[in-house]
């Protein structure tokens, strides 16, 4: 049989799970056996939305972890930034809610790449069961889970997240005002980037080693939005 063939043999056979036992089961086994994923079809991800993907790569690409073999993208969008790490040799799965998007994200996919995609909209609940990844992006997504379930539901989610990953690039708007909540309104004294390291602490523990690794524009306007790489491998040590 051609690899194309056995491309799309994989990728019907691999939709076919995903619609008899949902997304998340059908991430469990991407994630445990990659050779049963499809490798998927590259053009541009976010280019009518922002201006920061190069230097969203470029902040992100220098610092995971060398040793990394998967990456889970959520909120992904067209994808691009999953499809540029499954060009560096790791396991990429991007996961967003939108069919739309992700019919876009599989059209400009090479079948050479271990990338797929998958279209799930994460929940409180379901959000459980996710497997384990090495690395894991959340690139302003978690506010919108805040405003779409409550901040308390979102924080939940985030801390799970925290959980089951050993690295995490935690993107977010500077400013409370975007972000659409009192809670990380900051005063004149207070820093800014510390007051959102300081919230990532309370909500996935002292463990997490934070490090800010850059700020990017989202449209070139006023907004100005904060990239952090936490370290959460600690949340899962057993020590002495």
Not at 56 to 85: M, P
Not at 86 to 108: C, M, N, P, V
């Amino acid at each position: 049989m051609r690899i194309g063939a056995k491309l799309k043999s994989r990728y019907t056979d691999f939709k076919r799970f995903q619609k008899k036992k949902g997304t998340i089961e059908a991430l469990k086994v991407a994630s445990q056996n990659p050779q049963r994923a499809f490798l998927l079809q590259d053009k541009n991800y976010q280019s009518e939305n922002r201006i920061d993907l190069e230097d969203r790569w470029r902040l992100i690409s220098k610092h995971y972890n060398d040793d990394a073999k998967n990456i889970v993208d959520i909120g992904c969008d067209q994808g691009e930034l999953t499809r540029r790490f499954a060009k560096h040799g790791l396991f990429a799965i991007g996961i967003d809610r939108t069919a739309s998007t992700i019919l876009e994200a599989e059209s400009q996919t090479s079948k050479e790449l271990q990338c797929y995609f998958l279209r799930s909209e994460l929940d409180p609940k379901n959000i459980k069961n996710m497997p384990p990844f090495d690395v894991t992006l959340l690139l302003t997504v978690f506010y919108h889970w805040g405003r779409e379930f409550g901040w308390n539901a979102a924080e939940d989610m985030l801390y799970t997240i925290g959980k089951n990953t050993d690295q995490l690039f935690y993107e977010t708007p500077k400013s409370y005002e975007y972000i659409g909540s009192d809670q990380f309104k900051t005063t004149e004294d207070e820093d800014v980037i510390e007051s959102h390291k300081n919230y990532l602490r309370e909500v996935l523990g002292d463990q997490v080693i934070i490090e800010h690794i850059g700020t990017t524009d989202y449209r070139g306007e006023a907004r100005k939005d904060l990239i952090f790489d936490v370290d959460c491998s600690q949340l899962n040590c057993v020590c002495d």
